[in-house]
């Protein structure tokens, strides 16, 4: 296990965003099922990227590499798995989007993944495709993995709720235009993480699927028999990792440039520039960048977060140090992320000193000063990079467990980090 040590640090300079994680993800596979070679440009290659690599080659694409170019031969949806296994790591995106595709292949294939994985929600989306004709299975306990899906998609109407995660809502999008006859998808309770859904649809647009939908994404209309074209594209700097980038400059008082975004984009998570804005953070926008200029002090505020839960962790950490008090609601479904990252993050920064009120769907925090502790990241790669910012104005030095998680998103965050000056080490 790798253990992070950060002390009290100002930081100063510039750095760029990491690639999108969840534009690699929809990309390979979206690839993956074209008819054709596409390529993909500056992809992010993490733990949970390479998970989906090496599914979409169990699945029969063909993935090459020269530097920073990937090239993907596509099935043209005809699947014709290599092997019956995929392994998709801590990766909740590639079990569930790969799920739905695996729908596709003829023979069964079980998917599984590592300890926590398996405790992730499944059901509804195995329920949708069972409707939809696929046969599939949890073999875990009330809906969880491993599961098992093979068979193919006829195509059919199905309700599914939008509630416990927008990839299940992405992992059908993608597989029903292959389906053999027309696909209707209705969505029940609103749907949370809308913009990681709009991502997809716009990947799917990019590849020349049909898919008309309305303006709240409550209802899809797939015609079945589609073919993907290849896409040809550039993968976008990240909103969420930048976040904790930004969120430490604004902590600590700083001065820093994210080079390398877009915010014009469509991740939902480029909202990170209104919430510190709303926290009382100087941001300054350039036509790729996103700058955080000096600031002294911020203030509490109540934020919305239900279309962005992977902001939580970093507004969490602005929010025990601003000024009167920050509410964060609307996120029951960060208890089923790699951790239950409401508990964590509560958890942690009272470790530290700040004053946490957990809730059934948010956080309350009163802000004040923060101290160094020893603190668990449960193996949860966002649950650690808060804390390391945090550390970096707690008093004394703070030790954040579970380090090596961190490359899922963010494979250059300590470098990037030391680079602006933290005062942050790797210790074993």
């Known amino acids: 296990m790798q253990l992070l040590k950060v002390r009290p640090s100002k930081l100063s300079g510039e750095v760029a965003a990491p690639p999108s994680k969840s534009y690699t993800h929809r990309a390979f596979v979206i690839a993956s099922l074209a008819e054709g070679e596409s390529v993909i440009r500056d992809p992010l290659i993490g733990l949970d990227t390479q998970a989906t690599i090496d599914g979409v080659n169990v699945l029969g694409a063909g993935v090459t590499k020269e530097g920073n170019v990937w090239k993907v031969k596509g099935t043209a949806g005809k699947i014709n798995p290599r092997q019956k296994f995929i392994d998709a790591k801590n990766s909740g995106t590639t079990l569930r989007i790969l799920s739905a595709v695996a729908a596709l292949s003829k023979g069964p294939i079980r998917l599984t993944g590592d300890q926590s994985l398996v405790k992730r929600p499944m059901g509804p989306l195995i329920d949708a ?20 899906v093979g068979g193919k998609l006829a195509g059919g109407e199905i309700e599914i709720t939008g509630s416990v995660s927008s990839q299940f809502i992405s992992a059908l999008l993608i597989a029903a235009p292959l389906a053999e006859d027309d696909v209707e998808i209705k969505i029940t309770e609103k749907l949370r993480s809308r913009p990681y859904v709009d991502i997809t649809l716009e990947l799917l647009d990019a590849a020349g699927a049909k898919i008309r939908r309305d303006k709240d994404l409550m209802n899809f209309k797939i015609p079945g028999g589609q073919t993907f074209k290849p896409l040809d594209m550039d993968i976008p700097g990240d909103f969420s990792s930048a976040a904790f980038v930004l969120g430490a400059a604004a902590i600590t008082g700083s001065s820093v440039k994210v080079s390398n975004l877009d915010a014009k984009s469509a991740q939902g998570d480029k ?11 100087e941001v300054k926008l350039g036509s790729k960048s996103v700058e955080v200029l000096e600031t002294c002090g911020l203030s509490g505020v109540d934020l919305d977060c239900a279309d962005n839960p992977d902001l939580v962790p970093i507004l969490s950490v602005l929010g025990a140090v601003a000024d009167g008090r920050t509410f964060i609601g609307n996120v029951p479904h960060l208890r089923l992320k790699e951790s239950d990252r409401l508990k964590v993050l509560a958890a942690g920064l009272q470790k530290m000193g700040a004053n946490v009120t957990e809730l059934p769907d948010g956080l309350k925090l009163a802000g004040g000063e923060l101290n160094g502790a020893s603190v668990q990241s449960h193996d949860d790669h966002r649950m650690a990079m808060a804390f390391a910012v945090a550390g970096l104005v707690a008093k004394g030095q703070t030790t954040v467990d579970g380090a090596e998680s961190i490359p899922v ?20």
């Open 129 to 148: 495709l069972q409707k939809l004709g696929a046969k599939g299975k949890c073999e875990g306990k009330d809906g969880r993995p491993p599961v098992v």
């Open 271 to 281: 909202r990170i520039i209104d919430f510190m804005s709303e926290f009382g953070a």
């Open 409 to 428: 998103s963010y494979p250059t965050f300590v470098e990037d980090m030391r680079k602006l000056g933290a005062k942050i080490e790797l210790a074993k």
